[in-house]
């Protein structure tokens, strides 16, 4: 790991250094674990004095609380990135596809997010917030879907939402793990999600 981090990108700005730290240390703690997340560990790998890590987050826990909010943030910036379609179902699916490309791509932070990667870590109600508003995206094209008669009348979009997220979630951490080949992951994802819709479709929907 390089340690100019620090000289490479304190030029471009005290956000973009701040998301080169959490990208660093991600990756520490995704390659030596939860012991890795020390102030000093993190100011010699990015070639900074602690004073910096410090003035950006506060302490350790501030910096696990920040890589949790910028995990959800960056899956909120990956979501409302997906171009709007006129066909409800398609901007789902689109939404879909961009879901899995965020965790395979941020996938030390997805673990942070959701494999409790760092022991002891208990995220505040501000966190909490950041990570239920990540997946609004998702709820309107759900309630979309309703309410073009796509999904019955009477799902609950906020229980049609849990339920596809959690398909979309179970097959992503399996992938991650290791259990579906390369060839298999994107297969088994597609086939998964597609179930978890089928079960809120109206007759004759797509």
């Known amino acids: 790991m390089s340690g100019d981090l620090y000289t490479r990108t304190q030029a471009q700005g005290q956000e973009a250094l701040r998301a080169a730290l959490l ?3 991600a990756q520490l703690l995704a ?8 102030m000093r560990r993190i100011a010699t790998a ?10 950006h987050f506060g302490a350790k826990d501030g910096i696990a609380e920040a890589l949790y909010q910028e995990g959800f943030a960056r899956l909120r910036r990956s979501l409302e990135a997906v171009p709007p379609s006129a ?11 961009a879901y899995r490309e965020n965790a395979l791509t941020e996938r ?3 673990q942070v997010m959701f494999a409790g990667l760092i022991p002891g870590f208990t995220p505040t109600p501000e966190a909490r917030a950041i990570a239920a508003a990540s997946l609004e995206v998702l709820r309107e094209a759900v309630r979309a879907c309703v309410a073009t008669g796509v999904f019955r009348p009477d799902a609950d979009v906020d229980e049609v939402t849990d ?4 398909a979309a979630h179970g097959s992503i951490t399996l992938e991650l793990a290791g ?16 179930a978890a819709v089928a079960a809120f479709l109206t007759s004759g929907s797509p």
């Not at 390659?31 to 020390?38: I, K, M, S, V």
């Not at 066909?87 to 596809?97: I, K, N, V, Y």
């Open 23 to 25: 990208d660093l240390a």
């Open 31 to 38: 390659a030596e674990g939860a012991a890795a997340l020390t």
């Open 46 to 55: 990015a070639g900074c004095s602690t004073t910096v890590l410090y003035r």
């Open 87 to 97: 066909d409800p179902p398609t901007h789902l699916a689109d939404l879909g596809r």
């Open 108 to 110: 030390n932070l997805y």
């Open 163 to 166: 339920i596809i997220w959690a």
């Open 179 to 194: 259990h579906f080949t390369a060839e298999t992951a994107e297969h088994r994802y597609r086939t998964l999600t597609r």
